[in-house]
């Protein structure tokens, strides 16, 4: 029986025991592999937690990039806009410095011209000056002559008394220059009363023709007008520097004197220059 017992053949324990060992190690490995696919996915699921937090993220920063870029986009649109105004305002600017440099150029053209003006005006009022100063030196020239004239000049009666008889020499050789205003002292004298206002006579003696009482030179006419004559000569002054009739008229009688009533000695001159030229020795008709 004993023999019964140790029936079950060796083979069945090796392969009892192969199967037993199989058995294990496919568990083993099964419980391996489910390790592995536990910790495969513990990991794929961290990896999508990350993956969400990441895309999460992402579109935070993407949404602050976006705002970031709107914000961009709007200061490059404000500064463009600056941009604008700032050269819209140079424009301006440049047009009205262009503005200011044309009305420059034209106020220093006219200034310019306004110089040249000025310039001309005062070239001509220079000319003016110059004409009024040699004006001027001519006038005193004059004026010179005048007074050195009037310093020489005396009353008739003076220069009858300062003069020796036969040298009272006219001034006016050249006596037809003076005539005009000599005629005009003759009348004023009132000469003409007596001798006619051309001189040819009337109540007295003709000046103009060939008769000479006392004789035709520059001192005896002079004394004649400037003393008188006869009884009408004051103290016969006259008569007394030897003064004798040598001719005589159809009337016969004393001339007044004159020497106080004419003014000066170059009036009774200039009376003579014209006595002088209406006389008949110097006219054509009635040559005498
Ligand atoms: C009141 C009249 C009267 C008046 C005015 C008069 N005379 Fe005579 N004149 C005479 C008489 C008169 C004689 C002649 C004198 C004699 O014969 O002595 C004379 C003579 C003369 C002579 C000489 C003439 C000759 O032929 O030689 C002269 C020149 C002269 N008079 C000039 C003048 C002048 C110039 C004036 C004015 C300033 C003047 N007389 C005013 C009356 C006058």
Redo the contacts with the bound molecule.
């Keep these: 029986m004993r023999e019964q017992k140790n029936t079950i053949p060796i083979w069945v324990w090796i392969v009892g025991a192969v199967l037993v060992i199989g058995c294990i190690f496919a568990g083993y490995r099964t419980i391996e592999t489910r390790q592995h696919l536990e910790a495969v996915k513990s990991k794929l699921v961290s990896v999508k937690h990350l993956a969400a937090k990441t895309a999460a993220e992402s579109d935070a920063q993407i949404n602050e990039l976006q705002i970031k870029l709107d914000q961009a986009t709007s200061e490059i649109g404000q500064l463009r806009n600056n941009l604008d105004t700032a050269q819209s305002q140079l424009k301006e600017r440049a047009s009205s410095l262009e503005t200011m440099r044309s009305e420059l150029e034209s106020a220093k053209q006219s200034a310019a011209k306004t110089a040249a003006e000025f310039d001309a005006q005062i070239n001509e009022l220079q000319t003016k000056l110059d004409q009024a100063t040699s004006e001027i030196g001519q006038l005193r020239n004059k004026l010179d002559k005048v007074v050195e004239v009037h310093a020489e000049i005396m009353t008739p009666l003076e220069r009858v008394a300062s003069t020796p008889k036969g040298q009272l020499k006219s001034p006016y050789p050249d006596f037809a220059s003076v005539a005009e205003e000599g005629h005009r002292k ?1 009348m004023a ?3 003409n ?3 006619g206002g051309g001189g040819g006579g009337g ?5 103009t ?1 060939p ?4 004789g ?1 030179d520059d001192d005896t ?1 002079f004394r ?2 400037a003393l008188g ?2 009884k009408l000569s004051p103290d016969d002054a006259f008569r007394k520097l030897g003064y004798k ?1 040598k ?1 005589s ?1 159809f ?6 004197h ?1 020497g106080e ?2 003014k000066t000695d170059d009036d009774l001159w200039k ?1 003579i220059a014209w ?1 002088r030229t209406v006389h008949c020795s110097r006219r054509v008709e009635d040559r005498c």
């Design positions: 003759y004298a009132g000469c009363g007596c001798h109540m007295a003696a003709p000046l023709n008769i000479w009482i006392y035709d006419l004649v007008i004559t006869g009739r001719g008229e009337t016969v009688g004393p001339m007044p004159f009533i004419i009376i006595m």
